[in-house]
């Protein structure tokens, strides 16, 4: 079996259609681990993993963590509140100090779009991107993918609409990418002030009509009005965001039978999503949750230079 290509993983933009190939066959082998009793193996011992948090996360945080743990690899978990960056040392001088330790890979998520790239480029461990700014997040496009490809079988030829806040997501630029390379045909959806005008340029569908984008959708992905990054006023108000761009059950009534709704979290019931919807059987937002830990634990195998497994049965 291949490796991966690459000493990072930074974007989707780099990765090819084998890397993607590669990190979900080798994710969907490894999901088997998180349902044994004792859930650990030793494909990572003695290595070091830093986790290097910049901005706030629950699910991307914790996902990594047991990953990691589950990989068996020594962990630190670097806070920035708690740490010399509240005392003005710079970014690069942070990793320099941490790189001085000897970590084999380091997770970062930062508010700055492009500082995994930095620390790629200066750094010997292998950089992966846990988030930056307003550009990508790659594991949770991967997650998404795994989500996706175990339920439907396949990525390709399906309908994908993502509605939301597009302009502020780092998710929405990683999955249409994802997605659209993969051969799957991405819709994007939200009000014409939260969807940058050369969105197609990434290969996808752009509508402001969310009957059109749901309209024969094999999978529905909601996201969240990201108000901290929003320095204006986009929408009128939350009651007529939620009329315009909300999922409903009737909405859902458009999709394709079977569809599936998904949301990367954290979810703001009543706002972009009706509770209904988000805890409907149609709904695999707990799915997303639990395939992290198997992408994540596939990509932090593939870094450590181990070469891709292959799932013991076809994926479903
Ligand atoms: C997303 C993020 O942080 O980019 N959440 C996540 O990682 N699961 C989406 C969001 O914050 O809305």
């Known amino acids: 079996m291949a490796s991966l290509s690459q000493k990072d993983l930074l974007s989707i933009e780099q990765l090819s259609v084998d890397d ?16 044994r009793a004792v859930k650990k193996v030793p494909a990572l011992r003695g290595k070091t993993v830093i986790n290097l948090f910049f901005e706030p996360s629950t699910r991307t945080r914790s996902s990594f963590e047991l990953a990691e743990k589950r990989l068996s690899a020594d962990i630190l978990n670097f806070s920035a509140s708690a740490s010399s960056v509240t005392k003005g040392e710079t970014l690069l001088d942070t990793a320099r100090n941490l790189e001085a330790m000897s970590p084999d890979i380091i997770v970062i998520r930062h508010s700055s779009a492009g500082a995994p790239h930095l620390l790629g480029r200066e750094c010997r461990s292998s950089v992966v991107n846990a988030g930056d700014g307003m550009h990508e997040h790659p594991t949770q496009a991967l997650l998404d993918a795994l989500t996706v490809r175990s339920l439907k079988g396949r990525l390709e030829g399906l309908k994908i609409a993502i509605i939301g ?39 996808a569908r752009v509508t402001s009509l969310m009957e059109e984008a749901i309209e024969g959708a094999d999978v529905v992905m909601m996201l969240r009005l990201q108000n901290e990054r929003q320095k204006e006023a986009f929408i009128p108000s939350a009651r007529e965001y939620f009329t315009l761009y909300g999922l409903s059950r009737e909405r859902m009534r458009g999709a394709r039978k079977n569809a599936i ?56």
Not at 20 to 25: E, K, P, T, W
Not at 165 to 184: C, E, N, P, Q, Y
Request: overall charge neutral; aromatic content about 4%; some cysteine.
């Open 261 to 316: 709704v998904m949301h990367p979290g954290p979810m703001n019931r009543g706002v972009e999503i009706e509770s209904e919807v988000a805890d409907a059987d149609y709904s695999v937002i707990l799915d997303q949750v639990a395939n992290g830990v198997a992408t994540r634990m596939a990509v932090l195998y593939l870094l450590s230079g181990k070469s891709g497994l292959k799932p013991a049965r076809k994926p479903r």
């Open 20 to 35: 993607i190939r590669l990190v979900l066959d080798t994710a969907e082998a490894l999901k088997e681990i998180s349902s």
């Open 165 to 203: 806040d597009i302009s502020h997501s780092r998710v929405a630029r990683s999955d249409t990418l994802l997605f659209h390379k993969m051969g799957a045909e991405v819709w994007v959806c939200g009000p014409p002030t939260l969807v940058p005008a050369d969105f197609h340029l990434l290969g």
